[in-house]
């Protein structure tokens, strides 16, 4: 079958080898064939647990705003397929119905709709660009004439350039310098002290502030929050040139099919909580989606004990598929959250404080955030447009223990739904823990917010932290149970190594289990396990993906079927939810592939495979957290976006580059002052390196040729009217 019409085939044989091709259209239909019974079974029952809504014609705006790609009609009228038993091969007619057009549409890629919110992301007149931003430096005046002001060409800008953004100390610099070859060059800093004084002149991001946060009980040492204005970081990556091909300014629908029967998730744009937050906007406002991310990081390995805690952030308005390379450097440092140690007697309490103060850190910094969220603020996107947009927050990226946190619940308790843990291990997706429900819990208890013993007594009954002021209380709709989102990295590859790799072992026993995996034909492109896997230390998440790869073959014909079954559903759900793009019938896939796990788990506590990790003894129950979130996983897709689009990968990577780095080039005193210093000059270097390359490339000065000044100017550095680069020839040099 091709797409304008039919191939034939003389046996049944070359059937099922053109069926066989990876990247044939005929097997991606067949494939989406084979969905249509459990499409079909959840439709029919809308009760079933877990399932998604459907998108039918009344669900949709009256207003419709489609783009539609027209099909070949041709390509339906007859269809042939081929019977092994067939000798014949007589051709036959076969009518197909709306649904089983729709997945064949689907699979030929033809069909597809996009539905656009009316009347959203209006560019109301012409704003400012990342050039002309740039030209309106208070030193501006000085590039007209020579572009890498204040450095006195391209190769005394690219040396700068370099030593700045280096991890190399003060001292260190000031030792290259000396050397003979590098006196030769002619530069225009001698020493350190000068180049980054020089480097102060250059354009500046968002600042940095920092503020000492009071609490009514004593710590080990003052809480010093060092942050930016979170609102000027948005607009830096909302104005950033190199987003501008990368942003989505208006919210979609995608339909695979004319009939409208097939929708597919992707962005965070394409969910229901997108197009709820619009609704709730005037009209032709943008939607600008705040994502943010905290986690606490060592910045110390092996003594001391220095922790921070970083808190990012980024847009959803850029697409994930950039948002998602640690490369695009699109999560920017906003703010180093204060660990301190809390003075209680009882130990308990101290958590409960510092749960406290960091929702009153995260009110202080996102406070412009939360305004903009009511009356909005006109920002100028990448080409200059300028739109009136509302800073909402779209997710906050967290593992497990932050996210309960950020709830206000206590531990043992999902984030996002009513269940404790006594209710880990059911089959079913329980009631969504609103922040309303939250809210007005609180306001139920009357104590005095000063006393936490008190107010943590009284939040038993709810089970709730002891978090008076939640941080998301003010900003406009903002909830919990929709701004935190599943974790692949943590809720699926995680908990593979923790309970399915065990449950493996234990069947299999550690040494037979590594013997399989060490007898495996090494594959191309594919990690192979000499040593097997229970001796692996530190294991990543790669490393945890690499085993998925081969963990059914290996434990087939030695555990139990109904063991093999449990797991494999387990694999078919992380690799079904881990898809960039979504239908709603991959979508009751991944709830099917969740439910027949919970059909066949029995067997894994029968034969005594879940077991304690200290302990060792069998265990009966399945108190796992990250098993109930998996429940969430489905509905998430509808209403959020594909998951894997909130994974920590990318965030964890920035550690390394906001964090761990600069703090290795600190003197081990005063990380966070030292770490926001570093980050300043390394940010301003890359934002004068984005600008030249711009005006090199429009042709506003010459990039290589340009060299010195002709006529005597002010130098701000030295304070003196004189030609930079005569003067610089007769520096004196460090010895």
Same mark, same amino acid.
């Given at each position: 079958?091709?797409?304008?019409?039919?191939?034939?085939?003389?046996?049944?044989?070359?059937?099922?080898?053109?069926?066989?091709?990876?990247?044939?259209?005929?097997?991606?239909?067949?494939?989406?064939?084979?969905?249509?019974?459990?499409?079909?079974?959840?439709?029919?029952?809308?009760?079933?647990?877990?399932?998604?809504?459907?998108?039918?014609?009344?669900?949709?705006?009256?207003?419709?705003?489609?783009?539609?790609?027209?099909?070949?009609?041709?390509?339906?009228?007859?269809?042939?397929?081929?019977?092994?038993?067939?000798?014949?091969?007589?051709?036959?007619?076969?009518?197909?119905?709306?649904?089983?057009?729709?997945?064949?549409?689907?699979?030929?890629?033809?069909?597809?709709?996009?539905?656009?919110?009316?009347?959203?992301?209006?560019?109301?007149?012409?704003?400012?660009?990342?050039?002309?931003?740039?030209?309106?430096?208070?030193?501006?005046?000085?590039?007209?004439?020579?572009?890498?002001?204040?450095?006195?060409?391209?190769?005394?800008?690219?040396?700068?350039?370099?030593?700045?953004?280096?991890?190399?100390?003060?001292?260190?610099?000031?030792?290259?310098?000396?050397?003979?070859?590098?006196?030769?060059?002619?530069?225009?800093?001698?020493?350190?002290?000068?180049?980054?004084?020089?480097?102060?002149?250059?354009?500046?991001?968002?600042?940095?502030?920092?503020?000492?946060?009071?609490?009514?009980?004593?710590?080990?040492?003052?809480?010093?929050?060092?942050?930016?204005?979170?609102?000027?970081?948005?607009?830096?990556?909302?104005?950033?040139?190199?987003?501008?091909?990368?942003?989505?300014?208006?919210?979609?629908?995608?339909?695979?099919?004319?009939?409208?029967?097939?929708?597919?998730?992707?962005?965070?744009?394409?969910?229901?909580?997108?197009?709820?937050?619009?609704?709730?906007?005037?009209?032709?406002?943008?939607?600008?989606?705040?994502?943010?991310?905290?986690?606490?990081?060592?910045?110390?390995?092996?003594?001391?004990?220095?922790?921070?805690?970083?808190?990012?952030?980024?847009?959803?308005?850029?697409?994930?598929?950039?948002?998602?390379?640690?490369?695009?450097?699109?999560?920017?440092?906003?703010?180093?959250?204060?660990?301190?140690?809390?003075?209680?007697?009882?130990?308990?309490?101290?958590?409960?404080?510092?749960?406290?103060?960091?929702?009153?850190?995260?009110?202080?910094?996102?406070?412009?955030?939360?305004?903009?969220?009511?009356?909005?603020?006109?920002?100028?996107?990448?080409?200059?447009?300028?739109?009136?947009?509302?800073? /909402?927050?779209?997710? +906050?990226? #967290?593992?497990? %223990?932050?996210?309960? &946190?950020?709830?206000?619940?206590? *531990?043992? $308790?999902?984030?996002?739904?009513?269940?404790?843990?006594?209710?880990?291990?059911?089959?079913?997706?329980?009631?969504?823990?609103?922040?309303?429900?939250?809210?007005?819990?609180?306001?139920?208890?009357?104590?005095?917010?000063?006393?936490?013993?008190?107010?943590?007594?009284?939040?038993?009954?709810?089970?709730?932290?002891?978090?008076?002021?939640?941080?998301?209380?003010?900003?406009?709709?903002?909830?919990?149970?929709?701004?935190?989102?599943?974790?692949?990295?943590?809720?699926?590859?995680?908990?593979?190594?923790?309970?399915?790799?065990?449950?493996?072992?234990?069947?299999?026993?550690?040494?037979? /289990?590594?013997?399989? +995996?060490? #007898?495996?034909? %090494?594959?191309?492109? &594919?990690?192979?396990?000499?040593? *097997?896997? $229970?001796?692996?230390?530190?294991?990543?998440?790669?490393?945890?993906?690499?085993?998925?790869?081969?963990?059914?073959?290996?434990?087939?014909?030695?555990?139990?079927?109904?063991?093999?079954?449990?797991?494999?559903?387990?694999?078919?759900?992380?690799?079904?939810?881990?898809?960039?793009?979504?239908?709603?019938?991959?979508?009751?896939?991944?709830?099917?592939?969740?439910?027949?796990?919970?059909?066949?788990?029995?067997?894994?506590?029968?034969?005594?495979?879940?077991?304690?990790?200290?302990?060792?003894?069998?265990?009966?129950?399945?108190?796992?957290?990250?098993?109930?979130?998996?429940?969430?996983?489905?509905?998430?897709?509808?209403?959020?976006?594909? %998951?894997?689009?909130?994974?920590?990968?990318?965030?964890?990577?920035?550690?390394?580059?906001?964090?761990?780095?600069?703090?290795?080039?600190?003197?081990?005193?005063?990380?966070?002052?030292?770490?926001?210093?570093?980050?300043?000059?390394?940010?301003?270097?890359?934002?004068?390196?984005?600008?030249?390359?711009?005006?090199?490339?429009?042709?506003?000065?010459?990039?290589?040729?340009?060299?010195?000044?002709?006529?005597?100017?002010?130098?701000?550095?030295?304070?003196?009217?004189?030609?930079?680069?005569?003067?610089?020839?007769?520096?004196?040099?460090?010895?």
């Amino acid at each position: 079958m091709g797409l304008w019409g039919l191939y034939s085939f003389s046996t049944a044989r070359r059937v099922t080898a053109h069926l066989a091709q990876p990247k044939s259209k005929c097997r991606a239909w067949q494939r989406e064939r084979l969905g249509l019974s459990l499409y079909s079974s959840s439709s029919a029952d809308s009760s079933t647990p877990g399932s998604s809504p459907t998108f039918s014609d009344h669900e949709l705006p009256a207003n419709d705003d489609f783009d539609a790609i027209q099909f070949n009609p041709d390509a339906l009228e007859a269809i042939v397929p081929f019977d092994d038993f067939d000798q014949g091969r007589e051709e036959r007619i076969w009518e197909l119905s709306a649904a089983e057009s729709a997945v064949l549409l689907a699979g030929l890629g033809q069909g597809c709709q996009v539905q656009r919110f009316p009347n959203a992301g209006t560019v109301f007149g012409v704003g400012d660009t990342f050039l002309r931003r740039f030209e309106m430096d208070r030193y501006s005046s000085f590039r007209l004439t020579n572009l890498y002001y204040p450095f006195a060409n391209l190769d005394d800008w690219e040396m700068a350039n370099f030593l700045l953004q280096s991890k190399l100390s003060m001292a260190k610099i000031d030792e290259y310098l000396s050397l003979k070859m590098v006196c030769k060059m002619l530069l225009s800093f001698w020493t350190a002290k000068e180049l980054r004084n020089r480097a102060e002149l250059l354009p500046t991001r968002p600042c940095w502030n920092y503020r000492i946060v009071n609490t009514p009980y004593p710590m080990k040492s003052p809480a010093i929050l060092y942050f930016r204005d979170p609102l000027d970081c948005i607009e830096a990556l909302f104005n950033h040139p190199y987003y501008a091909d990368h942003m989505i300014y208006t919210l979609f629908r995608v339909f695979t099919t004319a009939e409208r029967v097939v929708r597919e998730f992707s962005e965070w744009m394409s969910g229901d909580v997108a197009w709820q937050m619009q609704s709730n906007l005037p009209a032709g406002a943008t939607l600008c989606s705040v994502v943010l991310s905290s986690d606490k990081t060592h910045i110390t390995n092996m003594c001391g004990g220095k922790v921070a805690h970083p808190l990012l952030i980024s847009l959803a308005n850029i697409k994930m598929a950039m948002r998602n390379k640690a490369s695009s450097h699109v999560f920017l440092l906003i703010a180093l959250i204060p660990v301190v140690e809390f003075i209680h007697l009882v130990p308990r309490m101290r958590s409960v404080l510092e749960a406290c103060l960091f929702h009153q850190c995260l009110d202080i910094i996102l406070q412009p955030l939360k305004i903009a969220a009511q009356v909005g603020r006109m920002m100028s996107d990448p080409v200059g447009g300028l739109r009136h947009c509302f800073t /909402l927050l779209a997710a +906050y990226i #967290v593992d497990t %223990p932050e996210a309960c &946190m950020l709830a206000c619940v206590r *531990g043992k $308790t999902s984030p996002v739904t009513m269940a404790s843990h006594k209710h880990f291990g059911d089959a079913f997706w329980h009631e969504r823990h609103t922040g309303a429900k939250t809210l007005s819990q609180l306001s139920r208890i009357q104590c005095d917010p000063n006393d936490v013993e008190r107010q943590f007594f009284l939040c038993k009954q709810f089970r709730l932290s002891g978090v008076t002021k939640p941080f998301w209380r003010n900003w406009p709709l903002s909830d919990p149970a929709n701004f935190l989102p599943p974790e692949p990295l943590h809720h699926w590859y995680r908990k593979f190594w923790d309970h399915d790799v065990q449950w493996c072992k234990n069947a299999l026993g550690a040494q037979e /289990l590594d013997f399989r +995996y060490s #007898v495996l034909h %090494p594959i191309v492109g &594919m990690r192979h396990f000499n040593h *097997g896997i $229970t001796t692996l230390k530190q294991v990543t998440g790669r490393a945890q993906r690499d085993m998925q790869h081969y963990m059914i073959a290996v434990i087939g014909g030695a555990a139990s079927q109904d063991v093999v079954i449990a797991v494999r559903a387990l694999m078919d759900f992380r690799y079904l939810a881990q898809a960039p793009r979504i239908t709603s019938i991959v979508q009751e896939n991944i709830s099917a592939a969740l439910l027949e796990f919970h059909n066949h788990k029995d067997a894994i506590t029968s034969e005594g495979l879940q077991r304690g990790t200290e302990s060792g003894a069998a265990l009966d129950h399945w108190l796992i957290p990250k098993l109930e979130l998996m429940q969430s996983v489905a509905p998430s897709i509808s209403e959020l976006g594909v %998951p894997v689009q909130w994974s920590v990968d990318t965030t964890e990577h920035a550690h390394i580059e906001v964090v761990k780095e600069p703090a290795s080039t600190t003197n081990n005193q005063n990380y966070d002052a030292q770490i926001c210093c570093y980050l300043d000059r390394v940010e301003r270097c890359q934002l004068f390196e984005t600008a030249i390359r711009l005006c090199a490339l429009n042709g506003t000065n010459d990039a290589r040729d340009h060299d010195v000044l002709d006529s005597p100017v002010e130098d701000p550095v030295l304070g003196t009217m004189r030609q930079p680069w005569k003067t610089v020839k007769n520096t004196p040099r460090r010895s």
